[in-house]
């Protein structure tokens, strides 16, 4: 299985995301970003990797109340989701673009690669 560079920053904001609340995936981001180290970048995908990460942490904060069960109004929760939408198109946008930039893709397994120990274990907050 391969993960395209915008991939692995997408699931690497993600997780410093997570980690920040608490999770423990230092092993996990660490491989992520171990992956991204074989790239060159230019000032663009660093632009394109800053915009991604904006938008899955806009993601979150409009997810959070509704995911502690928080009283919100069927309104709120409109708008949370149509904000959670617009940010969302934001960031696959932004990680498309990185894609776009060059073809590069990361193998995700196999014996002597850099990215060989990659696993995208998904962990949901409580």
Known sequence: MEYSKGEIIDRLA??????QYGAT????????AGALVQYRWSPADVLHVIENALSNSTIAAL???IREGQQLSDECIGIRARAIREANAWRVRAKNAIDERKGDFVPAFGPGRPAD????????SK
Do not use: A
Request: avoid cysteine; hydrophobic fraction near 30%; proline fraction near 4%.
């Open 63 to 65: 997810e959070w109340d």
């Open 14 to 19: 993600i997780e410093m995301r997570k980690s």
């Open 25 to 32: 995936n230092g092993e996990q981001i660490e491989k992520l």
């Open 117 to 124: 120990k990659i696993k995208l274990n998904p962990q949901f």
